[in-house]
């Protein structure tokens, strides 16, 4: 690892917008308005980059959360949204859009300082995405529908049937801490888009955006109880909002250990439920590619968002020719990818969200070593406050190890060789999950037979985590159930119904 002694780790001012943000009175958006918690709980809110104390949020309890699903119920069922005309829908959430937009640099500031990610990176991906899920899905408003279907068995004639899509009611709308307000946009857009009520619950680490968005979405003139926020622990408010009776649906980001609890729990209503969830998936570098574009290419795939991120390149396949010129390819990417604090504009890659990340990444660097892996790179953390770990590349590795096997969510990645197509393919796929994977090669051919080989919900060619709210994203496997984005995404916020009418 080159030395890092060069970095600074502290952290740069905090601007009046986000300090007015920062030092809001902690409260809950139900039913349109900023209310008090009925029983004063609150968590305190850190800066990564510092690891200090920089704002406190509430810790909504069961009765917050049912005040806020009683808001989303009653307005769902007088239909103050879903009555709307379908351009009314689309031209108020086209206006929240404009509003996130025209604040873009404060969104971007405040992801930083909750979340720990470069402010430039919010500030061109986080935050632009979350515009564009917005307009993206406000155009399905009037562009979903049922149709009319000839019946098969019924006389020719003697009936009219036809079918009609209605949203699917209140949803509970649970996002994780990598990508806050992107992951909040991207399921408001479609269950708005939809005519749905929403009651949002940010992740307790990372709710200084989400809260901050609610205070746009009053002034966009979607009406009062159509989306609250409410903020908490997830086994408090957000198992809470999963049980409830009069929730209709549940979409949550996050981690497979709780997204097979949340599934598991919302059986007992039936409630419909979309889960993205875990991924450890595979950069698959064959022997005819360009080693100055793959290697940077694999290294982006597992070292952006600090390796937070639900399809991060965490495993490495180079074909044996090339393995050694990938490996000290991506070791030499080290300067570029030295962890900054996150308002620093030259960092690419921050500190992890939080003291239990840090440990988590640590311990599984640790426990690599000891199942007898070897550091290419990195395989430490600097010395500085905040949450910050060195960019890690583990070798000499295999199938068994943990470092392997498990989603470890931080900045490593293990590198393997392999031989041919057969022995890639059933190394990428020896895994419980299958949400993304790359394949890094100048033959079509080969390309696309491990494209259609890969068990992955997304596969892409010479690139990593190129994700367009056109297309649909999901998990195979244990990565999750359903598909968000794209219009696959609106349809998991419909019903479908059958009407028959005799002539």
Known sequence: MNDMTTVSYQQHAYSAAAQKSLSRKPALFINGEWVASSHGGLIDVEDPSSGKVVSQIVDASLADTDRAVAAARAAFDDGRWSGLAPI???????????????????????????????KTMAGAIDVPGAVSHIRYMAGFAAKVGGETTPPYTLPTGAFFTYTVKEPVGVCAQIVPWNFPLLMACLKIGPALAAGCTIILKPAEQTSLTALRLA?????????????????????????????????????????????KLINKNATDTLKHVTLELGGKSPVVVMPDVDVAEAAPGAAGAIFFNSGQVCVAGSRLYAHKSVFDQVVEGIANTAPFWAPRPSLDPSAHMGPLVSQEQFDRVMGYIEAGKRDGASVAMGGDAPSADGYYVNPTMLVNVNPQMSVVREEIFGPVVVAQRFDDLDEV????????????????????????????????????ANCHAMIDVALPFGGYKESGIGREQGRAGIEAYLETKSVIVKL
């Not at 419980?432 to 997304?458: E, P």
Request: hydrophobic residues 45%; proline residues 3%; aromatic residues 6%.
């Open 425 to 460: 393919v059933k190394e990428a796929n020896n895994t419980q999950f299958g949400l993304a994977a790359s394949v890094w090669t100048k033959d079509a051919s080969t390309l696309h037979k491990l494209a259609s080989r890969i068990k992955a919900g997304t596969v892409w």
């Open 215 to 259: 205070d746009l979405i009053a002034e966009s003139g979607i009406p009062a109880g159509v989306v609250n926020v409410i903020t908490g622990y997830g086994h408090v408010s957000g198992d809470r909002l999963v049980k409830h009776p009069d929730v209709d649906k549940v979409a949550f980001t996050g981690s497979t250990e709780i997204g």
């Open 88 to 118: 009314a829908r689309e031209k108020i959430m086209l206006r929240l859009a404009d509003l996130i937009e025209a604040h873009a640099e404060e969104f971007a500031e405040l992801e930083a300082i909750d979340n720990g990610k470069p």
